[in-house]
């Protein structure tokens, strides 16, 4: 049995200096360009560990906007009539190398569905999470959780909140 994360708020506490996820940009990202951002009120960043404050996995949510034209039709029926559509960017994530392959991604995912649907409902609207895919094979993870790629654009792919709150309905 795997251990589980720990996933919470970014805090003064928590040690990135060791994270590798084996994408140097990410890495980078972590140590430097992080502040910058969460000081810029651009993100809310989470950090997953495994019990101590050692850095395992993060992601970070922010808020952005999809135009409704791009969505496939099924999508448009359920979001609101608006022609930009608010939504929640799950924007970047990594894993470390060392629990890499154990499913803590999808874990981080769901961390991340979860609290966009509680913002949804209680301080910011917002009809879809975001993703935008780096590569073909984060595609294929995304669409393997549900997340469907925007015709025109496919590696920005969503996952309405109306199907998200179906997924957490048995929880609360």
Sequence with gaps: MRPALR???LDATHDRSRFDCADEAINAYLRAGLDRDVGRYGCITYMATLGDHTVVGF???SNAVVEKH???R???D???G????PATLLGRMGIDRSIAGRGYGTDLVIDAAHRALVA????SGSSL????AKSDALIGFYTRLGFASLPDQPRRLVYPMLKIEQLFAHQE
């Design 59 to 61: 992601y970070t949510l």
């Design 120 to 123: 949804a409902r209680s301080a």
């Design 74 to 76: 099924s999508t448009r």
């Design 70 to 72: 791009r969505l496939t």
């Design 78 to 80: 359920r979001v609101p």
């Design 82 to 85: 608006y022609v930009s559509v």
């Design 7 to 9: 996933i919470e708020p």
């Design 129 to 132: 999470l975001v993703v935008d």
